[in-house]
């Protein structure tokens, strides 16, 4: 894969990046509720796709397991605000801080031991699995029988205690979207960005050039961690609920890889277009299933439709559409 | 005392057939070097077909296991000369999807076909069981992981005497040196996805008699067979007879010392402590 180095976009490609954030910014005043919730899906979909494109898209290190990280993000923030009355940003902070350090030290552990591909995916889930089954059993968080969140009814949005309408969360997700763009766009310019592809395409050969790869890998799947756990505070508070049946579960891991594999992994927009993608696949044939009233056909079709684009566009949906609309520059 | 060694015994039976689903996700691998993660899925559709053939035709599931392996070793066949032969080489994460896809699809057919409901099969012996010296061991169980042994013993004798199951070895050896002895390596794989398949039918079928069936537990024995043969060492046969076991009676004890909602707990303890101590598995050779 080519390095672009110089940043080269093209004016037809920051135009339709500016139409795309103009788009995003004004589209909950034009649409209804329903659509507004819609969207919040797509945009947790997108951003947890980010998160996780750090890790297995730039540096190649490929986890099945970060719902682990979007659990402790939600738990974090969701308890310290239920039991200590701690505002969700600063329990945002630990759940951060909390999901940094497990990931460090199961990357440490993998790494250190020579756990690699498929067997650090499947080791990542077990640490997923196994604290999983152990929240189940935490008194503390409510055990398997779930934590709660207070709701109250504001005549006004709160953003610091999060409580408020999804129009709120929209927007605090699209700020997060958009943030991790740019960030990301400026991580693969830096020399890690760089130190992490090198590594994804040749780890022997980035470690006879000096890099020091276990560090840099473990970095990225910290980084990695560390974003997916401001999705899950955030989730928590969106849906004002926890289990951790439903909040670690090897489904919720395997749903934020299928976005940035079908947008296009290791590129800026796809895991945007991958959750955008999905989301609207997964609206559509749960309507015409629920029409039909066949049980498991929602599931059937969407099945296909993943088999369907993994067959004709393996790399994924951005690097095909960016031809078809001739954006040059844009990753 | 008596208590945990018809625990333990009960295990070992159930993990036969543990050990024998494990076994057809090992050799995949073994040869294929993909991941089948629709593994679990493979299973449950092997249950359904047996559960169906028991309650249309009145037939024993026994009777039934030859044409529920069959049909899945047809279906595996197919499906790997039809998709997952394309994707040999690719990158991880496009097969990976791929299976994921192929495993949504099984899913949502038998939900579509047989409901989302639990069911089990019915048997005159169902509730019969073998008193030795004490112990007490139900006879589906012994009945069932003796089906496993016996189909272990069958995958064997196929790798280790007949000339397709050393052609196969010969590929997943050396895959170059097999295409320029002039094997055809893309018919050998087809063959090899079949073979773990009707493993994982015959495997299917003899599950059917210790537990129920319902669509949405095969993505937790996809799982399971992962953990086994990880466990085991991946591509190692005894290995994953051995994981299987393990598994078995670590589960069974863990589900009647501290509780049952903490079985699988265990088991995952167990793979990320073989995991880091011997990513090769137990029985495994380091690569």
């Known amino acids: 894969m080519m390095l672009d180095i110089q940043s080269g976009v093209s004016r037809r490609s920051a135009f339709a990046i500016g139409l795309f954030v103009v788009v995003m910014l004004v589209l909950p005043l034009l649409v209804n509720a329903y659509v507004v919730s819609v969207l919040v899906v797509v945009l947790f979909s997108a951003y947890l796709g980010q998160a996780w494109n750090v890790m297995m898209g730039f540096a190649g290190q490929l986890s099945l397991g970060n719902a682990l990280y979007v659990g402790l993000g939600a738990y974090a923030s969701a308890a310290l605000f239920v039991h200590y009355g701690l505002p969700p940003w600063i329990g945002m902070l630990a759940g951060m801080a909390a999901a940094g350090i497990a990931a460090s030290l199961i990357a440490a552990l993998s790494f250190r031991f020579g756990v690699t591909g498929v067997y650090f995916a499947l080791l990542t889930i077990s640490f997923a699995e196994f604290t999983r089954i152990a929240f189940d059993h935490v008194d503390w968080i409510g055990g398997s029988s779930g934590l709660f969140l207070p709701v109250v009814t504001l005549d006004h949005d709160d953003l610091l205690h999060l409580r408020g309408s999804p129009a709120m969360f929209y927007y605090v997700l699209l700020a997060l979207v958009l943030s991790a763009l740019a960030f990301s766009h400026l991580l693969l310019r830096r020399r890690v960005g760089l130190y992490w592809q090198a590594i994804r395409e040749d780890q022997a050969a980035a470690q006879a050039l000096g890099i020091d790869v276990f560090r840099y890998k473990i970095a990225a799947v910290a980084l990695s961690a560390v974003m997916t756990a401001v999705a899950g505070g955030l989730m928590a508070f969106y849906d004002n609920n926890l289990y951790p049946d439903t909040i670690f579960a090897v489904s919720r891991s395997i749903d934020i890889i299928i976005a940035p594999i079908i947008g296009g992994l290791g590129t800026l927009f796809g895991p945007i277009l991958g959750a955008i993608v999905l989301t609207m696949l997964s609206e559509t044939t749960t309507n015409v299933s629920a029409s039909l009233g066949v049980n498991g056909l929602k599931q059937w079709i969407y099945g296909a439709s993943l088999l369907v684009i993994v067959m004709l566009q393996p790399a994924g949906l951005w690097p095909w559409l960016k031809s078809v609309l001739k954006l040059d520059g844009v990753r | ?287």
């Not at chain 2, 449950?44 to 049909?71: E, I, K, S, T, W």
């Not at chain 2, 699809?105 to 989302?116: C, E, R, V």
């Not at chain 2, 087809?190 to 073979?195: D, E």
């Not at chain 2, 994981?243 to 010392?257: K, N, Q, R």
């Open chain 2, 1 to 287: 005392m008596l208590t945990y060694v018809n625990i333990v015994v009960a295990g070992l039976l159930t993990g036969c057939v543990y050990g024998l689903m494990a076994l057809g996700l090992s050799v995949i691998f073994g040869v294929i070097r993909i991941v089948n993660f629709a593994h679990g899925e493979m299973m449950v559709v092997a249950m359904y077909a047996a559960l169906f053939l028991n309650q249309r035709l009145g037939l024993d599931p026994f009777v039934v296991m030859p044409a529920v392996a069959a049909g899945l070793f047809l279906a595996g066949y197919a499906l790997q000369r039809g998709l997952i032969n394309r994707y040999i080489g690719r990158p991880e994460h496009q097969q990976f999807l791929l299976l994921l896809a192929v495993s949504i699809m099984l899913t949502s057919s038998t939900l579509m076909a047989f409901g989302p409901d639990a069911r089990s099969v019915q048997l005159d012996y169902a509730y019969d069981s073998f008193e030795i010296g004490g112990l007490l061991v139900d006879k589906v169980r012994v009945l069932a992981a003796l089906g496993a042994v016996v189909g272990a013993v069958m995958l064997w004798m196929f790798f280790r005497f007949t000339r397709t199951g050393k052609s196969i070895r010969a590929c997943a050896d050396n895959q170059v040196g097999a295409q320029v002895v002039g094997l055809d390596v893309k018919r050998l794989y087809a063959v090899t996805f079949g073979v773990g398949a009707a493993c994982v039918g015959v495997a299917g079928t003899l599950l059917l008699l210790l537990v129920d069936v319902q669509p949405y537990i095969a993505a937790d024995y996809t799982l399971l067979a992962f953990t086994i043969v990880i466990v085991g060492g991946l591509g190692s046969m005894p290995g994953a007879l051995l994981g299987g076991l393990l598994v078995g009676v670590s589960e069974a004890l863990s589900g009647f010392i501290i509780m049952p909602s903490l079985k699988s707990l265990f088991s995952f303890a167990l793979l990320i402590v073989v995991l880091l101590a011997r990513p090769q598995g137990l029985v495994g050779r380091r690569a």
